[in-house]
């Protein structure tokens, strides 16, 4: 089956705690990206990459950072969580040329 | 900064009437236009796509597009109460050297039996 998967889904952590928020995409596609989603903001995009070793900030990428050494794994990792990053957060994934984005199921974030 | 601009809502229709989500883009040069469907806190999920002027139907679903005016709609007939979720207009414009997918903050639509 053709997804996105993230690991964790929920997770409570406190400032300063460094983090990493897994994503996976099983269907070779060349284009991942990280949005947060806050009440009244909408999708905002944090990172995205657009093939192995190609990386860049989108929107908001302050307090994050990334990498993409393999094409299936994105993962976004904060290395001092604030409570200003408490959001729902997902990956997606598309072809370069690809016109449907598939997104991850989502990892709800609380830094206390 | 290319933008996509949503009526935030809610927009509450009655069950079996014609919901109308309305979007409009900044970039003239988008060719590109998406609906997704999100139930709160689930992803967005793809429910049309849209690339050339004029209307594009799928079952229930109904996409408008009008690349002069810069605006794009979604109509649900026979609207349900499944239907309430957040949607969310969506426009691939070409940005930072990537053809960037720039989402608006969606409309809330709430059906009522």
């Known amino acids: 089956e053709a997804q996105v998967t993230q690991n964790p889904r929920y997770l409570i952590t406190v400032t300063g705690k460094k983090l990493t928020v897994t994503c996976s995409q099983n269907m070779n596609h060349e284009y991942m990206s990280w949005y947060r989603q806050d009440p009244g903001l909408g999708l905002r995009q944090i990172y995205y990459s657009m093939n192995v070793e190609v990386t860049d900030k989108g929107d908001v990428p302050e307090g994050y950072k990334v990498s993409r050494k393999e094409k299936r794994n994105f993962p976004l990792i904060l290395e001092s969580p604030s409570p200003n990053q408490t959001s729902l957060y997902f990956c997606?994934?598309?072809?370069?040329?690809?016109?449907?984005?598939?997104f991850g199921p989502g990892t709800r974030l609380t830094v206390t | 900064q290319k933008e996509v601009e949503q009526n935030s809502g809610p927009l509450s229709v009655p069950e079996g009437a014609i919901a109308s989500l309305n979007c409009t883009y900044s970039d003239r040069g988008s060719q590109s236009f998406f609906w997704y469907r999100q139930y709160s806190g689930k992803s967005p999920e793809l429910i049309m796509f849209?690339?050339?002027?004029g209307d594009k139907e799928d079952g229930r679903f109904t996409a408008q597009l009008n690349k002069a005016s810069q605006y794009v709609s979604l109509l649900i007939r026979d609207s349900q109460p499944s239907d309430s979720a957040t949607y969310l207009c969506?426009?691939?414009?070409?940005?930072?050297?990537?053809?960037?997918?720039?989402f608006g903050a969606g409309t809330r639509l709430a059906v009522h039996p």
């Open positions: 997606a994934s598309r072809t370069s040329g690809g016109s449907e984005q598939y």
């Open positions: 849209i690339y050339s002027n």
């Open positions: 969506a426009v691939i414009s070409f940005s930072g050297g990537y053809n960037k997918l720039i």
